[in-house]
C-alpha cells in the first residue's frame, strides 16, 4: 500500500470543501493510527542476557594439575552451561549437513569452534568469542604479599 504524508491528506480534505470539525476528527484519527504504526516500529525485542562459559579441553582428565587450552563462549542467561556441549555438537550436526560441510566436515569440538559459521551457532543460542583457543591457567587464588 502506498504511503502518504499526513499533510498532503488535510489538503485534499481541503480541496474537498470538506467541513472542519469532521475534517479534524479525520486527521486525528490519522495521526493515532500513524503514531502506533511508528512505536510498532521503534519496539524492539529485549537482548538477550547472556553468561560466559569456558570449554576446557582436558582429553587426559588431569585437571587442575596441568595447563589446557580453552574456548570461550555464551550461553543464554536462563541456560545451563552443562548444555553448551550438546549446543556446540547441533551446530556442528547442521554445518556438517550443509553443502559445504559436506566437502569439509567438523570432527572435533576444536574444528568446529574454528570453522562453523556464527549463524550456526546463534541458531542454537551460543555466541563463540574466541575460535582458536586460548590458554587456561591454574591459580590458588591467593595474592601475593608484596
Do not use: C, H
Amino acid at each position: 500500500m502506498a504511503k502518504i504524508d499526513v499533510a498532503k491528506v488535510a489538503d485534499i480534505l481541503r480541496q474537498n470543501r470538506l467541513e472542519p470539525a469532521v475534517m479534524r476528527r479525520i486527521l486525528e484519527q490519522i495521526n493515532s493510527v500513524t503514531e502506533k504504526a511508528a512505536e510498532a516500529e521503534d519496539q524492539k525485542p529485549p537482548a538477550v542476557k547472556k553468561q560466559f562459559v569456558v570449554l576446557i579441553s582436558d582429553p587426559e582428565g588431569a585437571m587442575p594439575s596441568t595447563d589446557f587450552a580453552a574456548w570461550v563462549v555464551q550461553v543464554p542467561e536462563d541456560a545451563s552451561p552443562l548444555s553448551t556441549q550438546e549446543r556446540i555438537a547441533k551446530a556442528a550436526y547442521d554445518f556438517n549437513a550443509s553443502r559445504r560441510g559436506r566437502a569439509l566436515p567438523v570432527k572435533t569440538v576444536g574444528e568446529a569452534m574454528e570453522t562453523v559459521p556464527a549463524k550456526n551457532f546463534k541458531e542454537v543460542d551460543l555466541w563463540v568469542k574466541t575460535k582458536t583457543p586460548v590458554q587456561v591457567l591454574s591459580t590458588d587464588n591467593v595474592l601475593p604479599k608484596g
